[in-house]
């Protein structure tokens, strides 16, 4: 069973998302030197993308950003602390992305992750996508949903 709930997230909700995504890559960090600010902008995407947010109790613990996008809704960012970590929380949240894309009439889902994240590429290989590109350390990938 489940303890969080999910909601669209507000813009008070921009420095707790921030945190969260921070402390979700952090596991990245000695591995991957050329990471991007991955926290960055959470107000903005708030406030011009989609966004949600997972909360325990009054906790933010996870975070999602889709991007609309010519054709496609862009996964811009999927984010779980790493205290609940292991939960199923991520494929709820993939999953909330997917039924998004379909009810919004996408016929597709992208989105970049990092080739030093081979965890990551797994796993959506796992969920259906498919790799479309590399290009430097970036791993393109889709879903037809």
């Not at 325990?56 to 862009?74: I, Q, S, T």
């Not at 970590?85 to 894309?101: Q, S, T």
């Amino acid at each position: 069973m489940n303890d969080w709930s999910i909601r669209k997230a507000q813009l008070g909700d921009a420095e707790a998302l921030a945190s969260c995504i921070d402390a979700a890559y952090a596991r990245y960090a000695d591995r991957i030197m050329d990471l991007p600010p991955v926290s960055e902008g959470c107000a903005e995407d708030i406030a011009r993308h989609q966004v949600w947010v997972a909360e325990v109790g009054a906790k933010l613990v996870g975070g999602l950003v889709l991007v609309a996008r010519d054709g496609f809704l862009k996964l811009a960012n999927v984010a779980v602390h790493p205290d609940h970590n292991g939960k199923g929380l991520g494929r709820v949240l993939i999953d909330l992305a997917e039924r998004e894309a379909r009810k919004q009439g996408y016929g597709e889902l992208a989105l970049n992750t990092h080739v030093a994240m081979p965890e990551n590429i797994q796993l959506y290989k796992h969920l259906g996508w498919n790799e479309t590109g590399r290009a430097g350390n970036t791993v393109s990938m889709m879903k037809t949903v």
